[in-house]
Nanobody, 113 residues
Framework: QLQLVESGGGLVQAGGSLRLSCVASGIIFRLNAMDWYRQAPGKQRELVATINWLHGTDYADSVKGRFTISRDNAKNTVYLQMDSLKPEDTGVYYC???????WGQGTQVTVYS
């Protein structure tokens, strides 16, 4: 059974950085594309970044140049390095295996100005 556990969120001033982590179990991690989503208060969940099994990446326009997704297959972990954070980056961040419907519990990111 797929399990996803996110961590690393917190409260940060605008311009600061955070690094999110997500540990996956129950799948052959190295063969799966992984995504980071976020959901701001009152808004729909949106795709922020994705990394495929060949480490190819793609980003939402709103985070390009500021966020970096990476993965460590030996640790079954996907990361999201978030730099130059803005208040509009506030939300709950979730990781997801692209081909599966399961979600983790998410981790809260709050950026204040």
């Amino acid at each position: 059974q797929l399990q996803l556990v996110e961590s690393g969120g917190g409260l940060v001033q605008a311009g600061g950085s955070l690094r999110l982590s997500c540990v996956a179990s129950g799948i052959i991690f190295r063969l799966n594309a992984m995504d980071w989503y976020r959901q701001a208060p009152g808004k729909q969940r949106e795709l922020v970044a994705t990394i495929n099994w060949l480490h190819g990446t793609d980003y939402a326009d709103s985070v390009k140049g500021r966020f970096t997704i990476s993965r460590d297959n030996a640790k079954n972990t996907v990361y999201l390095q978030m730099d130059s954070l803005k208040p509009e980056d506030t939300g709950v961040y979730y990781c997801k295996a692209s081909s599966f419907g399961s979600w983790g519990q998410g981790t809260q990111v709050t950026v204040y100005s």
